[in-house]
Each structure stands twice: as C-alpha cells, then as structure tokens.
C-alpha cells in the first residue's frame, strides 16, 4: 500500500544541490521570490518512508536566466529536500573577531578551535553571501572589511528543528535566570577561557600603557540548515579601532588599527601558550566534576576581561575567590586568601609578600564597592591591571597544578584524586598533606611532588 502525493514547494535557494553557484551577475538586493517546484513522492504506508517517484516541474518565471540557463533537475532537487528533511543535526560554525590584535600566520589550529584570517571567497562560501544578495538582502553585506581580521573558529552540531526554535510561554512567564559571563555564546567562552590566560600586556603599546582587551564586536554563526533564513549581515560597523589612511594630508580610506601586532617570534609563542594550556585544562576537566572549580573560576575571570572600568576589579577579585576561597577555616577570609595567594610566590619571600599586601589592597577597594560605603578610593586602570595579573597568576598556577596531577592519575600513579579542599589547604600547612606535597622548581613554576608508597 502506498500514496501518491503531488507536491508544490519552495525551493531553499542555499541548495548547493539545485546550482545557484553558476548564477550570473545579477543586481543585489532585487528581493525576488525563491523558485517554486512541483514533484511527485511516494509514501510507503509500510516502511513509513518517503521516495521520489518521479520530478514534473522546473524552476519558472525569470529564475531560468538567474540560472544562467541550466535547468535543474527536479527529482535530484526533491531527493536533496527529503535528504534535508530526514536530517537530525545542523553544522553550525561560528566566527568571532578578534579585533585589536594582529598575527603573522593565518592560521593557528588548537584542535577544539582555531584562529585564522579568512579569505573573502572562504567568507562568500560559508555565509552564502551569493544567495543572500538574491533572495535575503538583509544578510548581505561585503566580506571585504571581514578579512581585516583573526577570527576564533568553532564547529558545534545541534538537533534540527524545522519549527520555531523559542518557547513561546517563555516570552510570556518568563524563565529561569542563569550567570551570564559575557555577551557571547558558551561555544565561544570555552576557547577564550584558553587565550585569556596570555599575558596580552607584554605586548602591547608599552609595559605601562592598559590595552584592556581586544575587542569581539559580534559573533558570525553559520549553519547548514537550508529551512532557515540566515541571520542578518554581520554588522561591520561595530568595529572600533579603525584608523584612517592619510596621503599628503588627504583621507584616502581607512585600515584596521593594531593595539596588539605580534612578531613572527610571538605569533610563535603565543601559539606554543595556547595549546599547552588548551591541552592543561582538556586534562582537568577529564577528571569530571571534581575540579570543575577551576571553570568556575575561569567564568569569573572571563567576566572581568570583558568587563568595563571598576567591574573588572570586582570581578577580578571574585575570580581569585573561586581558585583559593573555602569554608571551615579558623582565620578570615581576607587573610585566607592573601595566605593563599602568598603561597604562589612562596619560592621568593619578597614577591610573596608583595602579592599579599597588593591583595589586601585591591580587596579593600572591591568590599568598598560592594558593601555600600562611601568610595572615597583613587582608583586608576594600573589598579584594574594588577587586579588582572593577580588572578591571571593564580590561575596558571592552578591550572599547570592540577594538570601536572591529572597527567600523573592518567599514569596511576596517584592511588585517589585530590579533592579541591585538600588541595587549597596545603598552602596553609607544613609538611605533607594526604602523601601530596608541594615543591618549586627551579622554573619559578609550581609543580606537585607526587610521593608515592
């Protein structure tokens, strides 16, 4: 048993399938209506399957000459509708812009994620841009000005849903509220949680000039789901740091301006800091919900780079909170973790001192804020700059710690794996806690001991 069914669609006009690559020149922004086809399928009652019997239409009306002649065939069109239909997952790849800095390689692959410059024609590929300049002109825009810049590459997959993608009682009820850490999504956050852990100051304009960070204006996100219309045109004039192009006093075009311009021999390195570090925290979040503090923390001081003025202090501070503060201690948490924070520099007594007095100090300024005083503080960007070095510091320290402790359990050496408790506590006391001790190498890096029996 089965039917015959005489269907009339729309065709998507982002089929790569039904040729709109061998388009011809055509005026942008026209707003013609997508191509109807008519076909026929039949449906196997039995197997509760979908087969194209066979194709009756074409494409019609002026969208033969758009097609510069070459007719598509129906049936091959419906076999990649149904094949569309029939899909379960989208490929979504999103692009961030990192705008402010510049490298000598245009691409660097840290496996989870890369960092490149694209090429125009790899930007009209993967944003459609022929087919939005046809059919969805608010989606298209020039790529010219998009290859100014490095991106942050991601790949994720995601369930199809042909339908609305919201819940309509949400916009009603609302819903639940959840933490925010910046503007941009969660797939972008993980590889940032990696570059933020790179010391962007020593490159900079000068030791002493605060650069902040650079910029992420938007995010571009593009899928392969051809049932939905593309998200609007990146919106380019979101950049900042543009600068203009003078001849002979004369403004003759502007190009994009550098708070951050790596060498070939820093383009290196950063990369060599990346994937170590990318391949640090992989190992540590191996180990599952018992260290997952350590993203806690990273959240906060995510926070804090992309925060503005004094709210990246605070943040700063509640970062340093989330590597080093804990319960059931006998001292205050003030002088809990300027003990704590001293211990990262325990191998040299005069910077540990230092950093425990600059702790106390950014501390005062935050519990001033936050507890509603009268902020009578001077407070400058050098203040939000050792905010940032001191959680920045603590948690490469963390993080090249535990990694150090992950790779020795992948080894079996360790005979249990350390909770967060026993690990903050060491600091705190002599001698060696539950067969684990601290040492310092003569690389000014922490580094565990592992005594085993």
Known sequence: MGAILLLRCFLPPRLPEIGLRSLKKTRPGTGLS??????????????????????IG????????????????????????????RATEDRVVLLAPLEGIGFTKTEMDFGDFQILQPKAEQLE??????????????????????????YIRCEMRKDRKLGPTYDPLALVFGGPVLPEYTHLPPRIEAPLKSLILWDEQRYGLGIDFWIGF????????????????PRPAPPIGDFRFYQPIMIDGQEVGEEPGRLIDLTAEDTVRFEVFIRKVTVQLQKIRSMGELWEFVDHGLNYLLKGFFSDGLDQLIWHIVALEAFLGGKDS???????LSKRVAAIYSGDSGRSEAASKEFKDLYKIRCALVHGRPFKAEVDSDHLWRARKLARTVAIRIVDILSQLAEEAEKGRLTRIPKREEILSMPDA??????????????QVWSFRIECG
Request: include cysteine.
């Open 125 to 150: 590929v993967l944003l459609g841009m022929l087919a939005n300049r046809i059919f969805y002109p608010h989606a298209a825009t020039s790529t010219k000005r998009l290859t100014d810049h490095w």
């Open 430 to 443: 002599e001698g060696v806690r539950a067969r684990l001790g601290w040492c310092h190498g003569s690389s």
């Open 34 to 55: 997508r191509p109807a086809l008519t076909f026929l399928v039949r449906r196997d009652t039995a197997s509760e399957t979908w087969e194209v019997r066979s194709g």
């Open 214 to 229: 650079v910029s992420i204006p938007f995010v571009i996100v593009a899928q392969d789901n051809p049932f939905k219309a």
């Open 58 to 85: 074409c494409v019609v009306g002026g969208h033969t000459s758009l097609l510069g002649g070459v007719q598509p065939k129906p049936v091959e069109v419906a076999e990649a509708l149904l094949k569309d239909v």
């Open 330 to 336: 006998d001292i205050s948490l003030t002088e809990q």
